[in-house]
């Protein structure tokens, strides 16, 4: 699989007060497959086997243990990091990141805040932005990414997203939102966690540039792909390209950050 070539190793945290909002999609379809050989460091009460871990370095972590994760970020210095912190633990990270983020060293490169256009949601990342912002986080390095957006409705979403972040905070301040990127409601994502895979887990089809299935080439040889893989393999070759260009939509907001 090809991967994007970065001039340096991006720390990317994905956290949200709300729930439900994709945080984990994130983590695992837009930028493990795309960041090269990332350290996975999970913060919360995940259940191991809702996602595909083949290949995976990851780390499970309490909410307790802020300070062991904000470690790792120093000791794989040489590696990209996507930290991806459940909600039930989001106040307890926030709490301890306060106490050890510095206006000089934030120990992450950008926080992505996933948003619906649900009210609840927009204020809780809205909370989880004013939260970071007050612990040093500056708005640069703060990201809405819109989510979980119903075909048909997109321009009305990114618009209450928007509006939302113009309506609070004072024009020049507030997370920054991507440029007409979102993340679509899909079922498929429900579906790929069902049968164990994720977007990393694709193999090139032979003879065939452009198209990736998520069965191996020996099963490919052996005529027996497993029947989850068959009815999700003709999905891929719309969702991979949709989420590589999410991601460097959302790579553009690091300026260190380099697209081969």
Same mark, same amino acid.
């Not at 999970?42 to 995976?56: Q, R, Y």
């Not at 106490?99 to 934030?106: L, N």
């Not at 065939?208 to 999700?232: M, T, V």
């Given at each position: 699989?090809? *991967? ?9 945290? @994905? ?38 871990? +083949?290949?995976?370095?990851? *780390?499970?972590? %309490? ?18 990091? @996507?930290?991806? @912190? ?17 206006? +000089? ?17 927009? *204020? ?16 640069? +390095? ?21 509006? !939302? ?25 429900? /579906?790929?966690?069902? !049968? ?34 068959? %009815?999700?393999?003709?999905?891929? /070759?719309?969702?991979?390209? %949709? ?9 553009? *907001?690091?300026? /260190?950050?380099?697209?081969?």
């Amino acid at each position: 699989m090809e *991967h994007a070539q970065n001039a340096f190793h991006p720390k990317i945290c @994905i956290l949200s007060a709300a729930g439900g909002c994709g945080k984990t999609t994130l983590a695992v379809n837009l930028f493990r497959p795309f960041l090269e050989n990332p350290l996975m460091l999970f913060m919360g009460p995940f259940p191991e086997k809702m996602f595909s871990l +083949k290949g995976m370095e990851a *780390h499970f972590m %309490r909410g307790s243990e802020v300070n062991d994760l904000l470690v790792q970020t120093v000791v794989y210095a040489d590696r990209p990091i @996507i930290a991806d @912190i459940r909600m039930n633990v989001v106040e307890a990270f926030l709490d301890g990141v306060k106490a050890c983020f510095t206006p +000089k060293d934030v120990f992450f490169d950008l926080f992505v805040i996933p948003v619906t256009a649900d009210p609840y949601s927009l *204020h809780r990342g809205m909370w989880t932005a004013d939260y970071l912002h007050d612990a040093h986080v500056p708005w640069e +390095k703060i990201l809405f990414l819109p989510v979980r957006v119903n075909e048909g409705a997109e321009k009305d979403a990114l618009c209450a997203v928007q509006q !939302a972040v113009r309506d609070h905070y004072p024009e020049g301040t507030g997370p920054r939102i991507p440029e007409g990127e979102f993340i679509e409601e899909n079922p498929v994502f429900d /579906d790929m966690y069902g !049968a164990g895979v994720c977007l990393t887990d694709l193999s090139e089809v032979p003879d065939a540039p452009g198209r990736w299935s998520l069965c191996c080439q020996s099963e490919r040889e052996a005529g027996k792909p497993s029947p989850a893989f068959i %009815r999700l393999e003709e999905e891929m /070759d719309y969702l991979r390209p %949709r989420m590589k260009r999410v991601f460097n939509e959302v790579m553009t *907001h690091l300026p /260190d950050f380099t697209q081969a």
